[in-house]
C-alpha cells in the first residue's frame, strides 16, 4: 500500500517559515512538502509553488561515479547520457522532441560522487507528460547510439581540459583521495569509456535505477493530490526494488602531505585541500560555518588577502560527500611577483589565528545570520530549489535543506576552534600549486 | 482594467489542440495521446505595477510573499557608452567604487561588516548602457537595507585605497585574457561585428584603467548617477504603498540632475564576411559562425528568430544543430545558435561551438549546410511548432517571477523598449508560418553574409579532412598583449 507521509501543511501557503521577523534567531524552516512513498520503495517529494506557471521536476538515483567500477570509470556519466537515447516505445531522437514539443526547457542531468540526477521543466498543465516519459525510461530504456555518445563525452573531456587548471583536475583528485572511489574521475578515464558497451551500462542500470533506490522532486505549480495520484499511477508500475548497499571504503587517512606542482596557463594560483567531515556529520556544519568567517567581503582572507594586495580572489569551501568530506582553500596571485607560497605563508598565519583564538562573538553572530539569510534565498527559485533537493536527497536527506539554518545556529565559537585545531593539520593535506608558463604556447605571430 | 491573457501555455491551444478533460486514469501507449488541460496564466499588466515617485522615478513594484525577502534593483542609464575617451572602464568603475569604495560615515570594510550584519546583499553590475545596484535583504530588515543602500548611492566615498585596490584587480583580470580560448573568442567576434571604436568594442586597457583618477569616478558619478537617469524594480514581501513611501524618503532632497544623452549612437563598424583565425594551442577549438543580427523595428524578427531557434536556439537537443553535430556525428558536446533582438543596435546572430581542432572543418561545414538548408526548404509542422513553443516558453520565463517581472519591465523602459512589444512577440510568433520562415531564413541568415572565426591551433586545423572546403582566404588575426591588447 502506498503511504502519504505529509509534513506540516498550513492551508494556503507555499512554504512556512518560521523566522522571527529580521532577527533570525529562530532558525526553524519548514518546506511545505507531501512525501509519498509508493509500493515498490520509491520516494516522491512533492513541494508546491501556486504562482508558477511549470513545474520543476526530476529525479536522483543514489549511485554515482565513486559506485563505478574500478576498470570501468565514467559508467554512470555514460548512462546518464545513454538514457536520454530511447526506450522500447521512444525513438532515439524522440525524447527531447517530445518535450519540445510540448514547452518543456532545461532538460538536463548531472553525474556526482554520490549520486546522478535527471531534471526538467515542464508546463504546468503537462505534468503527466513528465510522469509518463520518466517512468517509461526508467521500465524499458534501450541504449541506441553509443558510439556517437562515446565520441560526445571524448569531447566533454576535451572542453574540461581547455580550461585553464582543467587538464590538472583528475591528478589532484587522485592525490587527494588516494585509492577511494571519490577519486575516480567523474567523466571516466577515456579507455574505459572507449571500451565500455550497452551491456555495461545496463548492468549498472539494473544494479542501482530500482524504485528503492531513487527520489522523485517536483517543485511547481500543481495539485497535490492529483500530482500523488500520478506518481502512485506512472513510477508504481516500476517493479520493487530494494536499494543496493554501497560497497565504499572508509575516507583516506594521508599520513603526510602531498604536494603537485603544475605549470599552468593561467594566473599562479594555490589550492589547499583537508580531509574533513562527511555530509550531516555536525563538524560539517562547524566546517560550513568556518568557511562563512573566512568568506566574503567581511570574511578574513578578504582583509589577509585580497585587501593586502596579495590575492585577486580568495575562498574558503567545505565540500560534503556521503561517506567523507574536504575543506579547501583557493587563492589567487593579484600580481605576478606574488608567488603562490606567499598566498600559502598567509593562510598559515589566518589559520593559526582561527586555531589560537575563538572568533569573536559578534563576528560569529554576523556570519551565521548571514549563511541562514543566505540558505533562505536558495529558495526562492523553484528549478533551483528543485535541483537542491535531488541533491541532498541523492547524498541521503532531502530535509538537511530544512535542517540547515538551525544547524548554522548550532555552532559555537568553540565548535569553529574544534575544527580548526582537529582537520587543518599540515601532514594530512594536499597542496595543489598552479605556476603561469613563462610565454602561451602557440601564441604565432601574423 | 487588469489585463488578463492566455498566455504561453495556452497559447498552446492554437498550434497543438488540446482537451478540457481531467487526465484518464489509463497510460497511454504514447504520450502524445495524452490529454491536457489547457492552462491559463496572467501577463502581468506593467501599468499597474508602474509607479513614480514624486521627483518622476518610476518604479516597478511587484509583490510576492511566499518568502520574507524583497529586492530592490536600481537601474541607472550610466553604462560604458558614457565612458570618456581613454578611460575606458570609467562607468564599470564607478560601478564597482559605490559597491566597495565606502561611504561619507563608513569606511569600506565597516560597509560590508554592516551589510553582513543586516544579512543583506548589495551588488552592483555594469554593461554597455545601463549599471545596476541591488539589494536582497529580509523583509525585517527592509529599512535598514535601504538606508545602506542609498547611502551607497548618494554618498560614495570613493576611498583612494580601494580605488587602487580595484584598479589593480581589474588588471589581474585582464592578464587572463588569453588564458581560455573563449575570452580571446569573444573579443576578436567583438571587433569584427562592431569595430573597435564603439563602446559595444571598447575593451578596457591596463593603461586606461590606471589612468582614471578619484576625481573622474567622483565626476562621473556627480553627472550620472541621478533620479534623471534612474529606473527602480522592487519585488517579494513587500506592498507598492509601504515600498513607495519608504523609497520617497530616501531619495528626498536628491537633486534630480540633468538625463544622461539618450539613445547613445549606434555603432558604424560594417562587418566583412570571410574567415578569421587566431592561432593558439589549445585542447578544444573555439567557433563562431554569424554575422549582425536584427534590431526591433525588423519585421521578421519573429521569422528569422523561430528559424534561428529551429537552426540550434538555445543548445537544445530538439535543433537541426545539436542532431547533426552531437547526436549523429558526435563531434561536439553542445552547439547553439543564438539570434537576440537588440533594442538600440543589432545584437549579433551568432552559432557557437567548441570541437576538436582536427575535427572544425567538417563541424563548420555542417553548420554551414544547415544554414543553407534553411533557405531551401520550409522547416516542417513539427519544428515551427517546437520552435514556437520554445520560444514562448522563453518569453513565459522571463515573467516567471515577481523578480524577473519586475526586473523585465524596468529594464524595458531603460532601453526604451515598449511593453507592447511582449504582446506583439507573442503574437508574431504565433503567426509566423514555415513560408515565413524560409523566407527570413533566406534573407536574415543567409551563408554567404557570414563571417567564420576559430581560435585554435590553425597548424591542425589546417591539416583536417575537409580544410579545403573552408571559405578562402584565412585571415589570421593576432594574439594581443592582454594588458594593452596591442598586436605583438
Known amino acids: ?446 | 482594467m487588469k489585463l488578463r491573457s492566455v498566455l504561453t501555455l495556452a497559447l498552446l491551444l492554437a498550434v497543438c489542440p488540446l482537451s478540457a478533460q481531467l487526465p484518464s486514469r489509463e497510460i497511454s501507449a504514447r504520450p502524445e495521446q495524452i490529454r491536457f488541460e489547457p492552462l491559463e496564466i496572467e501577463l502581468k499588466d506593467p501599468a499597474r505595477l508602474r509607479h513614480r515617485l514624486s521627483g518622476g522615478v518610476p518604479v516597478y513594484v511587484v509583490e510576492d510573499h511566499t518568502l520574507p525577502l524583497v529586492d530592490v534593483t536600481v537601474l541607472l542609464r550610466a553604462g560604458a557608452v558614457l565612458d570618456t575617451p581613454g578611460k575606458d572602464g570609467l562607468a564599470a568603475l564607478t560601478a564597482s567604487l559605490v559597491r566597495r569604495g565606502g561611504t561619507a560615515p563608513r569606511r569600506p570594510a565597516e560597509v560590508d561588516e554592516k551589510a553582513e550584519s543586516l544579512a543583506v546583499r548589495i551588488e552592483t553590475a555594469s554593461r554597455n548602457e545601463h549599471v545596476t545596484v541591488s539589494l536582497n535583504c529580509l523583509s525585517g530588515r527592509l529599512d535598514e537595507g535601504l538606508d545602506l543602500l542609498f547611502e551607497m548611492l548618494r554618498q560614495p566615498a570613493f576611498d583612494p585605497e580601494t580605488i587602487e585596490l580595484e584598479k589593480r584587480r581589474m588588471i589581474a583580470t585582464m592578464t587572463g585574457r588569453n588564458d581560455d580560448g573563449n575570452r580571446i573568442l569573444d573579443r576578436e567576434w567583438t571587433w569584427l561585428l562592431y569595430g573597435r571604436d564603439h563602446a559595444v568594442g571598447r575593451y578596457t586597457t591596463a593603461p586606461g584603467i590606471a589612468s582614471i583618477t578619484r576625481e573622474d569616478l567622483a565626476g562621473f558619478h556627480t553627472r550620472f548617477w541621478k533620479p534623471a537617469n534612474m529606473i527602480l524594480a522592487v519585488s517579494g514581501d513587500v506592498d507598492p504603498k509601504t515600498i513607495m513611501k519608504r523609497l520617497e524618503a530616501r531619495l528626498a532632497g536628491w537633486e534630480k540632475g540633468k538625463a544622461a544623452p539618450w539613445p547613445p549612437a549606434p555603432p558604424s563598424h560594417r562587418p566583412t564576411p570571410g574567415l578569421y583565425y587566431v592561432d593558439r594551442s589549445l585542447p578544444q577549438a573555439q567557433v563562431a559562425i554569424g554575422r549582425l543580427g536584427l534590431t526591433r523595428e525588423d519585421r521578421d524578427r519573429h521569422a528569422a528568430a523561430l528559424a534561428n531557434q529551429i537552426l540550434g536556439g538555445g543548445g537544445a537537443f530538439t535543433t537541426r544543430l545539436m542532431q547533426r553535430l552531437r547526436t549523429e556525428e558526435g563531434l561536439v558536446y553542445g552547439v547553439t545558435s543564438e539570434l537576440d533582438v537588440g533594442p538600440l543596435w543589432p545584437e549579433p546572430f551568432q552559432i557557437r561551438f567548441a570541437a576538436d581542432p582536427a575535427k572544425v572543418p567538417q563541424a563548420i561545414a555542417i553548420a554551414r549546410a544547415e544554414l543553407r538548408r534553411l533557405c531551401a526548404e520550409p522547416p516542417t509542422a513539427a519544428e515551427l511548432e517546437t520552435a514556437q513553443s520554445q520560444l514562448l516558453a522563453q518569453i513565459a520565463d522571463t515573467f516567471g517571477s515577481a523578480r524577473k517581472t519586475a526586473l523585465a519591465f524596468a529594464l524595458g523602459e531603460t532601453l526604451g523598449r515598449p511593453h507592447s512589444d511582449w504582446r506583439n512577440d507573442r503574437a508574431g510568433i504565433l503567426n509566423a508560418g514555415a513560408a515565413g520562415v524560409q523566407a527570413a531564413a533566406c534573407r536574415a541568415l543567409s551563408d554567404d553574409t557570414m563571417l567564420v572565426l576559430v581560435v585554435g591551433s590553425w597548424e591542425k586545423v589546417a591539416a583536417a579532412e575537409g580544410a579545403k572546403e573552408l571559405p578562402e582566404p584565412a585571415q589570421q588575426l593576432p594574439l594581443r598583449d592582454p594588458l594593452t591588447l596591442a598586436k605583438p
Open chain 1, 1 to 446: 500500500m502506498t503511504r502519504c507521509q505529509r509534513r506540516f501543511f498550513p492551508p494556503g501557503l507555499a512554504l512556512a517559515l518560521l523566522l522571527l521577523p529580521g532577527l533570525l534567531q529562530a532558525d526553524e524552516l519548514r518546506l511545505d512538502s507531501t512525501v509519498l512513498r509508493l509500493d515498490n520503495g520509491m520516494t516522491v517529494l512533492l513541494v508546491d509553488r501556486p504562482a508558477s506557471a511549470t513545474v520543476a521536476a526530476g529525479w536522483v538515483v543514489r549511485a554515482g561515479s565513486a559506485d563505478d567500477p574500478a576498470d570501468q570509470t565514467g559508467l554512470s556519466h555514460l548512462l546518464e547520457h545513454m538514457l536520454y537515447k530511447g526506450t522500447r516505445t521512444i525513438g532515439i531522437d524522440e525524447y527531447d522532441r517530445i518535450y519540445g514539443r510540448a514547452g518543456a526547457t532545461s532538460i538536463n542531468a548531472f553525474t556526482a560522487p554520490d549520486l546522478t540526477a535527471y531534471f526538467v521543466s515542464v508546463p504546468a498543465n503537462r505534468l503527466e507528460l513528465w510522469f509518463w516519459m520518466e517512468s517509461d525510461r526508467l521500465l524499458a530504456p534501450v541504449f541506441r547510439g553509443l558510439a556517437a555518445e562515446q565520441k560526445v563525452i571524448a569531447e566533454e573531456m576535451r572542453r574540461r581540459d581547455a580550461t585553464p587548471t582543467g587538464p590538472f583536475a583528475a591528478q589532484l583528485d587522485a592525490l587527494f583521495w588516494q585509492r577511494h572511489p571519490y577519486g575516480q574521475p567523474g567523466f571516466g578515464w577515456l579507455a574505459d569509456v572507449e571500451s565500455a558497451t550497452s551491456e555495461d551500462a545496463l548492468r549498472h542500470f539494473r544494479t542501482w535505477y530500482g524504485p528503492g533506490n531513487l527520489t522523485a522532486v517536483l517543485v511547481g505549480h500543481f495539485d497535490r493530490a492529483k500530482a500523488a495520484e500520478l506518481a502512485r499511477r506512472y513510477f508504481g508500475r516500476l517493479p520493487a526494488a530494494p536499494a543496493p548497499v554501497r560497497r565504499l571504503p572508509p575516507a583516506p587517512a594521508p599520513r603526510a602531505e602531498t604536494r603537485m606542482l603544475a605549470t599552468c596557463e593561467c594566473p599562479s594560483q594555490i589550492e589547499l585541500r583537508y580531509p574533513t567531515a562527511p555530509f550531516l556529520h555536525a563538524d560539517a556544519d562547524a566546517l560550513l560555518v568556518l568557511a562563512g568567517v573566512l568568506n566574503g567581503r567581511a570574511g578574513r582572507l578578504q582583509s589577509a588577502l585580497v585587501t593586502a594586495g596579495l590575492a585577486s580572489r580568495a575562498s574558503a569551501e567545505q565540500s560534503s560527500f556521503e561517506r567523507a568530506g574536504f575543506f579547501a582553500l583557493r587563492a589567487q596571485v593579484a600580481k605576478p611577483e606574488v608567488s603562490p607560497e606567499q598566498l600559502e605563508q598567509t593562510w598559515a598565519d589566518v589559520l593559526g589565528r582561527l586555531q589560537r583564538e575563538p572568533v569573536p562573538a559578534a563576528e560569529l553572530e554576523r556570519v551565521q545570520s548571514s549563511l541562514v539569510a543566505d540558505a533562505l534565498r536558495r529558495l526562492d527559485d523553484p528549478f533551483f530549489l528543485m535541483v537542491q533537493l535531488l541533491t541532498y536527497a541523492g547524498r541521503g536527506d532531502w530535509t538537511y535543506l530544512q535542517e540547515q539554518p538551525r544547524r548554522i545556529r548550532a555552532v559555537t565559537a568553540a565548535d569553529l576552534q574544534r575544527v580548526a585545531q582537529t582537520y587543518f593539520r599540515p601532514e594530512i593535506r594536499t597542496v595543489a600549486i598552479y605556476r603561469r608558463a613563462a610565454k602561451p604556447e602557440g601564441a604565432a605571430k601574423p
